[in-house]
C-alpha cells in the first residue's frame, strides 16, 4: 500500500478534529432528546448507526462553508448534527435486504444484522425524524426563518427530487442500462444532493449574498460528483479492509457507475475535472476556503 | 349489521366533506413538488399510498381546532396535508412483512404488495420527508416562527418519543405481557400523539391562549386514547370488509390492547369515559367546538 501524501494526512487531520466535535454534539442530542423515550431499544438502534464513527463529511461541510460567513463552529454543530442523522438513516435504510442487503457498515454489522429489520426500518425512520426535530430547536439558530429554511431545503435534498429518488432510480438501474446522462443525474440525488445541502447550509447559516450562495451551489454541486466518481472508483480498486465495506459490489449487481461507463482511467479524468472545478468555485473566498479546497482534492487521492 | 345512527351519519357528513378538500390538497401539493421528480416509480408509490382515499381524521383535528381561532380551513390545509403525509408513511412502513406484515389496507393491496418492499420503504421515506418540507413551505404559514413551531412538534409526534417509538414498543409486546399501564403509554406514543399533534396544530396556527392550548392537548390526548381503544374494539368485534383491513389479527398476533386486558365491556366503558372527558374539555370553546365534540362522540359508536 503506498504511503499516505501529505494532502491526505493534513485532509484526515482536519476531518477528524471536526469529526470529534460532531461526535460529542450528536451524542449530546441524543442523550437530552432520544434518551428520554420509553422504546429503549429503539434508541440503542438509533445511537448504534449514528454513533458508529464515520468520517463526518458532510457534517465538516456545513462547519467549514458556514466559517466562511464568520459563523462559529459551535452555531453551525446543530445543523451538522442534522444533517448526518439523514445520511445515517440512508445507510440503514439502503442496508436493507430489500434494498442493497449489506451486512457490514464502518466495519461492523450493520443495523438489521445487530439488531433485526423491523428495529432497522425504525431506527432509519426515527433518524430522518430526528433531523428535522434538530432544525427547528431554538437551540439551532436564534432566527426562525433561518430554521425554517434549513428544514425546507434538507427536505428537498433528501426527499423524492433528491436523496430518497436517486435510491429508487439506482435500485431500477441494477436491471436496465443507463445512458451517461442519466447516471449523473441519479447520483446527484442519491449522493449529492446532502453534499450540497451541507455547502449551502453555512451560507444559509451566514445569510450569504447571492454571489456566494450560487458559487458554494457550484461547489456542493460539483463535490458531490467527485465524491460519488471516488467513491466508485474505490468499490472498483479499493481494498474492502481499508473501504470498512463490502468492494466491487457494483459491477457485481450491475449498478450504474461512470467506472462502468467510462472505464477507469476515462473516470479519473472526470474526478480530475471536478476537483478543479470545485476549487474554482472557492476563489473569491480566499484563504479563509482552504479546507472546503482540500475536502475536493482530497476526493482524487482517497483511499477510504 | 344495525342502521347507521344520526351521529354517526353525521359526523361521516363532516369528515367527507373536509375529506375532498384535503384530498384536492394533498394532490395539488403532490403535483406540484413530487410530479417533477425524475423517480417516477417513487412517485407513483407516493401517491399510491397517499392518495388512496382514507378517513382523513387527522386533517379534519387540523382544520376544526384551527377554526376554533378563526383560523380559515384554507390556511389549516397545508398543515392537514403535512400531517396525513406521516399519518400514511407510517400505514406504509407499519405494513411492511418485517413489521405488521399486512396485505391489505383500505380495502386494496397494501404498498409493498402493489409495488415491492424497496419501494415501500422508499414510498414511506419519502412521505415523511415531504411533509416537513410543506410545513417549512412559505405557503404553509406567513410567519417562519409558526411553521418552525409546527415542525418541532410534528418530529416530536413521530419521532422515538411519539409514533415510531409507539410502534417499536408494539412489535416487542407482541412476545411479552404488557401491564395495562405500559399498554397506554404504548398507545399514546403509538397513535395518540399524532392525534394530539391535530389537536395541538390548531392552536398553533390559531396563536392560542396558554389555557386554549392546555384544553386542546387534554382533548387530543383523550381523543387519541378513545380512538385506539375504539380501533382495538373494531378489530375485536368489526367485519373486515366494513373495517377495509384485516381484523381480528390483535388476539392472533398477541398484540397489547385494552380489550385483550379488560374484555370488551371494560373497553367499552373506559372508551364512552375517554369520550366525556375529551368533550368535557372542549367547554370553553362553546359551540365552535361542536365538530370536535362530535369526532370524540362518533368514536364510541364508529364501525370502520
Given at each position: 500500500m503506498r504511503p499516505m501524501t501529505k494532502l491526505e494526512a493534513d485532509f484526515n487531520t482536519a476531518l477528524h478534529g471536526h469529526a470529534l466535535d460532531v461526535e460529542a454534539r450528536l451524542a449530546m442530542l441524543a442523550d437530552g432528546y432520544?434518551?428520554?423515550?420509553?422504546a429503549a431499544r429503539l434508541v440503542e438502534a438509533m445511537r448504534y448507526g449514528l454513533l458508529?464513527?464515520?468520517?463526518r463529511l458532510r457534517p465538516f461541510l456545513v462547519i467549514e462553508s458556514a466559517r466562511l460567513f464568520g459563523v462559529p463552529a459551535e452555531i453551525a454543530l446543530n445543523t451538522a448534527a442534522a444533517l448526518e442523522c439523514v445520511h445515517c438513516y440512508s445507510l440503514i435504510h439502503d442496508d436493507l435486504p430489500a434494498m442493497?442487503?449489506?451486512?457490514?457498515?464502518r466495519g461492523r454489522p450493520t443495523v438489521h444484522k445487530a439488531f433485526d429489520e423491523a428495529t432497522a426500518i425504525l431506527a432509519g425512520d426515527g433518524l430522518l425524524t430526528f433531523a428535522f426535530e434538530i432544525l427547528a430547536?431554538?437551540?439551532?439558530?436564534?432566527?426562525t426563518s433561518i430554521r425554517t429554511e434549513l428544514v425546507l431545503e434538507l427536505a428537498r435534498a433528501s426527499g423524492a427530487s433528491g436523496m430518497a429518488g436517486g435510491q429508487m432510480l439506482d435500485l431500477q438501474a441494477e436491471t436496465r442500462k443507463l445512458p451517461v446522462a442519466s447516471t449523473l443525474q441519479l447520483q446527484a440525488m442519491k449522493t449529492g444532493a446532502l453534499i450540497r445541502f451541507g455547502c449551502i447550509a453555512g451560507a444559509i447559516l451566514g445569510k450569504a449574498s447571492p454571489d456566494s450562495c450560487t458559487a458554494l451551489d457550484r461547489y456542493g454541486r460539483t463535490l458531490g460528483a467527485a465524491f460519488q466518481i471516488s467513491d466508485d472508483l474505490l468499490d472498483a480498486e479499493g481494498d474492502s479492509a481499508v473501504v470498512g465495506k463490502a468492494t466491487a459490489k457494483d459491477a457485481a449487481s450491475g449498478k450504474a457507475t461512470l467506472v462502468g461507463q467510462m472505464g477507469i482511467a476515462g473516470a479519473r479524468q472526470e474526478l480530475q475535472r471536478l476537483v478543479t472545478s470545485a476549487t474554482d468555485a472557492l476563489?473569491?473566498?480566499?484563504?479563509?476556503?482552504a479546507p472546503l479546497a482540500e475536502a475536493a482534492r482530497f476526493m482524487a487521492v482517497r483511499r477510504s
Open positions: 432520544l434518551e428520554p423515550s420509553p458508529g464513527g464515520g468520517k442493497d442487503d449489506d451486512d457490514l457498515r430547536m431554538p437551540g439551532t439558530h436564534v432566527d476563489r473569491d473566498f480566499g484563504d479563509r476556503a
